[in-house]
């Protein structure tokens, strides 16, 4: 079965940077992208980009290009997701998430999530 | 981008009844690239309904989903204690896939 599991909540000052990973299993890790999604606390879902381990294609939301890299590691079967110069209102939980069975781009919906992981942002 | 305007922001109902969600987008949303997922606190999003009206693996059949162009639905046709929770749309016609603000679906 298809499983996507996170890495732990992690507390970063303002202006650090974090890495979160997401290690996928139960299926052929570059035959599908993998998505981050995030949700600020009390608040609703916002996507911030797509990569595919398969060419190496990412697709990032413009509010965070520019402070966000993607990457995957086909070795591990998993996907990073940092983020630069972070603020306060990076504050949420992220999210990795996959495309349903034979949805292979970046315009998809996402039918297989990890569990999330909570990034604090605070002095 | 793609602004989802979803309505009511609370559903307030009582189990066996009938909820209608709405979703409006700012622009048409090509191939009808239209998703919904349920969450409940503190877990991730549920995949619901996609390509408007495909119902995800083990999604029970009381989900449906319809519309096209801007003007999209979901309706549950009898409302299970389990279905109280958020309810969101997304589009992922156009880049950058958008999501609606989502509505509460309370137990009246």
């Known amino acids: 079965q298809v499983q996507l599991v996170q890495s732990g909540a992690e507390v970063r000052e303002p202006g650090a940077s974090v890495k979160v990973s997401c290690k996928a299993s139960g299926y052929t890790f570059t035959n599908y992208g993998i998505s981050w999604v995030r949700q600020a606390p009390g608040q609703g879902l916002e996507w911030m980009g797509w990569i595919s381990d398969y060419n190496g294609n990412t697709n990032y939301a413009q509010k965070v290009q520019g402070r966000l890299t993607m990457t995957t590691d086909r070795s591990t079967s998993t996907a990073y997701m940092e983020l630069r110069s972070l603020r306060s209102d990076d504050t949420a939980v992220y999210y990795c998430?996959?495309?349903?069975?034979?949805?292979?781009?970046?315009?998809?919906?996402?039918?297989?999530w990890g569990q999330g992981t909570l990034v604090t942002v605070s002095s | 981008e793609i602004v989802l305007t979803q309505s009511p922001a609370t559903l307030s109902l009582s189990p066996g009844e009938r909820a209608t969600l709405s979703c409006g987008a700012s622009q048409s949303v090509s191939s009808s690239s239209l998703a919904w997922y349920q969450q409940k606190p503190g877990l991730a999003p549920r995949l619901l309904i996609y390509d408007a009206s495909t119902r995800a693996t083990g999604i029970p059949d009381r989900f449906s989903g319809s519309g096209y162009g801007t003007d999209f639905t979901l309706t549950i046709s009898r409302l299970e204690p389990e279905d109280f929770a958020v309810y969101y749309c997304q589009q992922y016609g156009r880049s950058p896939r958008t999501f609606g603000q989502g509505t509460k679906v309370e137990i009246k």
């Open positions: 998430a996959r495309a349903p069975e034979g949805y292979f781009d970046w315009s998809t919906p996402d039918e297989y």
